[in-house]
């Protein structure tokens, strides 16, 4: 409403001036601007937004909006060349340098965006990752000099990031400067305040140039910081053996593979180093130790006996999965698959032993213990059938297992102790009904080969019993049929 009494009493001008003046704050110049396009004094809104898009006094923000006012009035050189000015100006703050190069590019001003990032790439007061964006742009927009000066600049610049220096060292590796990135990757590569993966790549680097000296005190002091993890042991040990210290990279993988604390993957590919190095019966002593340590993960214990297995280490092997079968404190699944691995080592009599410990093992349950039991059938058809006969007549295993471990002595054609022992479940008082009910239909499938003189005694005095049910009376007296 102010705006339009000024321009009824003929005094627009005044909003312009407003408009111009540099001691008056952004927002309200910037307001007066609008005011002259709402009343329609196009040119003299034109000169306000130019004024503000040059003056330094207004805020970033403000100053890169008015250079896109006046580029969409068609004032595209007034817009860029306050763009570029803003890019340039050393008062103005790291992201909105970076925001006007952005716009000029945006604007497709390529010279303007070159010499724009000119001026950020060599502003050492700038935010490096601004300079490294800057140096990155400079190389894309075929400046290499120019970037390349700037990649310099922060590779040896104290306060810039790790990682900003090291790309900078490595830029000016792959352009030939080897002397000066050596000194900053051996700069990089020493502070153990540097990031581990900079260190490591500063570290590779140094050795692919020949400092193999400096590498080496790198490399041997990661393998003996206490801080450092398995991984990044087993990266510098793997250093070492890149640069010929084969000596030094033995005994830090040897190191590495007797560490209770490193994880067992690390282990491991420690290990397989020593083996590609030769030192076989180091690597055997060591996992055989772990295979038998009985405080150790049993999986772990598990994968070194394996290891043992892969590196044709029979005899160890076979000590590390027997340990394993028969240690009560590990897991069934951990003992079966150990009592497997013997069996397929060759190691017949052991397997046999270590299943046969596994069906004794009154704390196990019954279906693994039957399970056990079937994996007899593998090496001795005589100890699955004892190991069956004994499981099926084992009170303490339930009554489902009994059944089916009597069920498989009937496949391997073991008629009479199966019969016996359908026979006494059908007679059990202490079992349910049904569970005598179904064993007696599991004699009847046997046929008359199960007419034995004890079955036929006791399905008799079944028959005959009056404290039993009818119906269990009633199938017992149709067994003896099926028998006859």
Same mark, same amino acid.
């Given at each position: 409403?102010?705006?339009?009494?000024?321009?009824?009493?003929?005094?627009?001008?005044?909003?312009?001036?407003? !408009?111009? &003046? +540099?001691?008056? %704050?952004?927002?309200? /110049?910037?307001? @007066? =601007? #609008?005011?002259?396009?709402? *009343? $329609?004094?196009?040119?003299?809104?034109?000169?306000?937004?130019?004024?503000?898009?040059?003056?330094?006094?207004?805020?970033?923000?403000?100053?890169?909006?008015?250079?896109?006012?006046?580029n969409?009035?068609?004032?595209?050189?007034?817009?860029?060349?306050?763009?570029?000015?803003?890019?340039?100006?050393?008062?103005?703050?790291?992201?909105?340098r970076?925001?006007a190069?952005?716009?000029?590019?945006?604007?497709?001003?390529?010279?303007?965006?070159?010499?724009?990032?000119?001026?950020? !790439?060599? &502003? +050492?007061?700038? %935010?490096?990752?601004? /300079?490294?964006? @800057? =140096? #990155?742009a400079?190389d894309? *927009? $075929?400046?290499?000099?120019?970037?390349?000066?700037?990649?310099?600049?922060l590779?040896?610049?104290?306060?810039?990031?790790a990682?900003?220096?090291?790309?900078?060292?490595?830029?000016?590796?792959?352009?030939?400067?080897?002397?000066?990135?050596?000194?900053?990757?051996?700069?990089?590569?020493?502070?153990?305040?540097?990031?581990?993966?900079?260190?490591?790549?500063?570290t590779?680097?140094?050795?692919?140039?020949?400092?193999n000296?400096?590498?080496?005190?790198?490399?041997?002091?990661?393998?003996? &910081?206490?801080?450092? %993890?398995?991984?990044? /042991?087993?990266? @510098? =040990? #793997?250093?070492?053996?890149? *640069? $010929?210290?084969?000596?030094?990279?033995?005994?830090?993988?040897?190191?590495?593979?007797?560490?209770?604390?490193?994880?067992?993957?690390?282990?491991k590919?420690?290990?397989?180093?020593?083996?590609?190095?030769?030192?076989?019966?180091?690597?055997a002593?060591?996992w055989?130790?772990?295979?038998?340590?009985?405080?150790?993960?049993?999986?772990?214990?598990?994968?070194?006996?394996?290891?043992?297995?892969?590196?044709?280490?029979?005899?160890?092997?076979g000590?590390?999965?027997?340990?394993?079968?028969? &240690?009560?404190?590990?897991?069934?699944?951990? /003992?079966?698959? @150990?009592?497997?691995?013997?069996?397929?080592? $060759?190691?017949?009599?052991?397997?046999?032993?270590?299943?046969?410990?596994?069906?004794?093992?009154?704390?196990?349950?019954?279906?693994?213990?039957?399970?056990?039991?079937?994996?007899?059938?593998?090496?001795?058809?005589?100890?699955t059938?004892?190991?069956?006969?004994?499981?099926?007549?084992?009170?303490?295993?339930?009554?489902?297992t009994?059944?089916e471990?009597?069920?498989?002595?009937?496949?391997?054609?073991?008629?009479?102790?199966?019969?016996?022992?359908?026979?006494?479940l059908?007679?059990?008082?202490?079992?349910?009904?049904?569970?005598?009910?179904?064993?007696?239909?599991?004699?009847?499938?046997?046929?008359?080969?199960?007419?034995?003189?004890?079955?036929?005694?006791?399905?008799?005095?079944?028959?005959?019993?009056?404290?039993?049910?009818?119906?269990?009376?009633?199938?017992?007296?149709?067994?003896?049929?099926?028998?006859?």
């Open positions: 409403r102010a705006a339009d009494v000024l321009n009824g009493l003929g005094r627009a001008n005044e909003l312009l001036d407003g !408009a111009c &003046d +540099d001691e008056v %704050d952004g927002i309200t /110049r910037l307001r @007066a =601007a #609008e005011a002259l396009i709402h *009343l $329609g004094h196009i040119e003299a809104a034109m000169r306000a937004w130019r004024t503000l898009a040059h003056s330094k006094n207004a805020s970033a923000t403000i100053r890169v909006d008015t250079a896109l006012q006046l969409e009035m068609g004032q595209i050189d007034d817009a860029s060349n306050a763009l570029l000015e803003l890019a340039c100006d050393t008062q103005a703050g790291s992201a909105f970076r925001q190069v952005v716009t000029l590019n945006q604007l497709g001003r390529s010279a303007e965006v070159v010499q724009a990032w000119q001026a950020l !790439a060599h &502003d +050492d007061s700038l %935010d490096p990752l601004v /300079r490294q964006e @800057a =140096a #990155e400079l894309r *927009l $075929g400046q290499p000099q120019d970037a390349l000066d700037a990649w310099a600049t590779a040896f610049d104290l306060e810039a990031p990682y900003v220096r090291s790309t900078g060292a490595f830029q000016l590796l792959y352009a030939g400067q080897e002397d000066l990135a050596a000194q900053v990757l051996i700069s990089l590569a020493q502070n153990d305040q540097v990031d581990l993966k900079v260190r490591q790549e500063a590779e680097a140094l050795g692919h140039l020949g400092r000296d400096e590498a080496m005190q790198v490399w041997m002091s990661l393998i003996q &910081d206490s801080r450092m %993890d398995g991984g990044a /042991r087993l990266n @510098a =040990a #793997e250093g070492l053996l890149q *640069l $010929g210290e084969t000596e030094k990279a033995t005994t830090a993988f040897l190191a590495l593979v007797r560490d209770k604390k490193v994880s067992l993957e690390i282990r590919q420690a290990g397989e180093k020593l083996r590609n190095l030769g030192h076989i019966d180091d690597v002593v060591a055989l130790e772990l295979a038998l340590n009985e405080a150790a993960n049993s999986q772990a214990r598990l994968e070194a006996a394996r290891s043992l297995e892969q590196m044709g280490c029979t005899e160890e092997a000590t590390a999965f027997t340990a394993l079968a028969r &240690d009560r404190a590990v897991s069934f699944e951990t /003992r079966e698959q @150990a009592t497997d691995a013997l069996g397929h080592i $060759g190691l017949a009599n052991e397997a046999v032993q270590a299943w046969l410990t596994i069906v004794q093992d009154e704390e196990l349950e019954g279906q693994a213990r039957l399970k056990a039991a079937l994996a007899l059938r593998r090496f001795d058809l005589q100890s059938v004892e190991a069956l006969i004994a499981l099926a007549h084992d009170t303490r295993v339930n009554q489902w009994r059944v471990a009597t069920k498989e002595l009937v496949k391997l054609d073991q008629i009479e102790p199966a019969a016996r022992l359908f026979t006494a059908a007679v059990n008082g202490k079992l349910a009904w049904w569970v005598r009910q179904g064993a007696l239909r599991s004699l009847a499938q046997l046929g008359p080969p199960a007419a034995i003189p004890e079955v036929l005694s006791a399905l008799e005095e079944l028959a005959q019993d009056n404290t039993v049910n009818n119906e269990l009376r009633g199938t017992a007296r149709w067994v003896l049929k099926q028998m006859a």
